[in-house]
């Protein structure tokens, strides 16, 4: 299992039907990360995003209550009502779980903010055993080299790769379908290849996302499928 840090000290303790982590938070529900309003590039692309779609995106939150869910092809996540005595979270494989005390009120003051901050942990926490995964399996297939992955909480793009053959992805990328989530891995791997957005560039991502054309159709179709989870409620 991947060790990293979670919100609330997630600790694991394994079962046997799981793995289950106390969320030991629960008693300080106002606790969340600051979000960053700075200006970020989208996919490495020289322009600024517009203001706008930076201020939505830094400070978008979900409504998190009992009929919450995340059903993408690499997370299914939902919060539940449970005989715990404190929040606790239970993986199955790609299915989690967010177990709350019975009588657990979302609407009570801090409550959004705290399911929030949990959303980004358990992201964070399957993000950083799925994409580094998905990453290393990609650049031996194309015998492309990197030196680390790093995983960040970061919504005004969805990757990097550095100069110092480093990259980023974003969490957030959970909550994207699994062929755009492979499109931004790729996208950051081809800048190993060639660090600009040259022609030659869009071909190298031509060639690792199906022919002609393909790199710029999954671009257009990224640039969609954020304008629309972080604009839209």
């Known amino acids: 299992m991947v060790s990293t840090r979670v919100f609330g000290s997630l600790s ?42 930076q201020i939505m995106a830094a400070l978008r939150q979900f409504r998190i209550d009992y009929d919450f869910r995340i059903d993408t092809d690499l997370l299914h996540l939902r919060f539940e009502e449970a005989d715990v005595a404190t929040a606790t979270l239970h993986r199955e494989g790609t299915s989690v779980t967010v177990r709350l005390p019975r009588g657990f009120d979302f609407h009570c003051p801090g409550r959004q903010e705290w399911g ?13 055993e799925v994409l580094p995964r998905r990453l290393a399996n990609f650049a031996r297939q194309y015998g492309i080299d990197y030196r680390r992955v790093t995983i960040r909480n970061v919504r005004t793009r969805w990757g990097s790769c550095s100069s110092l053959g480093n990259i980023n992805l974003s969490l957030w990328l959970m909550l994207a379908p699994a062929r755009l989530v492979d499109y931004v891995i790729k996208h950051e791997l081809a800048h190993r290849r060639e660090m600009n957005h040259s022609v030659r560039f869009w071909s190298v991502v031509d060639t690792m996302t199906g022919g002609s054309g393909t790199a710029r159709r999954l671009e257009r179709e990224m640039r969609l499928f954020s304008r629309n989870l972080w604009e839209h409620p």
């Open 12 to 53: 694991p303790r394994s079962s046997r039907s799981g793995t289950t982590f106390p969320v030991k938070s629960l008693a300080s529900p106002d606790r969340c990360e600051t979000l960053s309003l700075c200006c970020h590039f989208f996919l490495c692309r020289k322009q600024f995003l517009s203001a706008r779609f």
């Open 116 to 128: 929030n901050s949990v959303l980004t942990e358990v992201l964070r926490l399957v993000a950083a």
